[in-house]
Structures are given as structure tokens and as C-alpha cells.
Nanobody
Framework: VQLQASGGGLVQSGGSLRLSCTASGSIFSINVMGWYRQAPGKERELVASITSGGTPTYAESVEGRFTIAGDNAKKMVYLDMNSLKTEDTAVYYC???????????????WGQGTLVTVSS
């Protein structure tokens, strides 16, 4: 079971980026997918998440600028980031809480980080 993230890069302040993440492997079902980020010297924080039913949650710092969307059939989650600010610079990690076929409980899984750099 793995999460593969893509879409990071360098963008100017005010610009936009889209992050994508795909879950693969022996997955029975997905409860929630989302994105965390970790800036240098800071703790990892939730950016946005979305339940399998489509209910999103956003960090206050990104509300109104970022939009999360999920595709249950494709086991994918997207994060559209608009009006990016320099303080959005961080490594972004895809996250999912899933039921997998090798476990009798749902568990948390993490993808590799993708770097988003917003220049002034």
C-alpha cells in the first residue's frame, strides 16, 4: 500500500499549483484523504482533508485559497492551491486513513513529501 504524490514545484507569490495523490495497493476502502505540510523549523500541520463522503476540512490559514477534492473510484485526492503566499512554502505530504486487506483496523498512511516553494 502506498501513496504517490506529485505536483509540487516553484511558483511566484500569488500563483497557483495543483497537488495530486494516488493511493494504490490492497486497499479495501478509504475513510479520509488529505494533505499535511511541514515548513522548515515547524511542526507538521493539517492543510486540508476530505472524507469519502465528500466533507472537506481546511486549515484556517488556507481557507478560501485552497480547494481539496477526492475521487473515490480512482483513489485520488487533489489540492488546488491558489493565491499562494511565501508562508505556504513547505513540504506537502499526502495522507490517508484506509482499510487495507492485511489489517483488521483502519490505519494512517503517508506519501512521500512534495516540495512547494513560493517565491516573493
Amino acid at each position: 500500500v502506498q501513496l504517490q504524490a506529485s505536483g509540487g514545484g516553484l511558483v511566484q507569490s500569488g500563483g497557483s499549483l495543483r497537488l495530486s495523490c494516488t493511493a494504490s495497493g490492497s486497499i479495501f476502502s478509504i475513510n479520509v484523504m488529505g494533505w499535511y505540510r511541514q515548513a522548515p523549523g515547524k511542526e507538521r500541520e493539517l492543510v486540508a482533508s476530505i472524507t469519502s463522503g465528500g466533507t472537506p476540512t481546511y486549515a484556517e490559514s488556507v481557507e478560501g485559497r485552497f480547494t481539496i477534492a477526492g475521487d473515490n473510484a480512482k483513489k485520488m485526492v487533489y489540492l488546488d492551491m491558489n493565491s499562494l503566499k511565501t508562508e505556504d512554502t513547505a513540504v506537502y505530504y499526502c495522507y490517508a486513513n484506509m482499510w487495507v486487506k492485511s489489517k483488521w483496523y483502519s490505519d494512517d498512511y503517508w506519501g512521500q513529501g512534495t516540495l512547494v516553494t513560493v517565491s516573493s
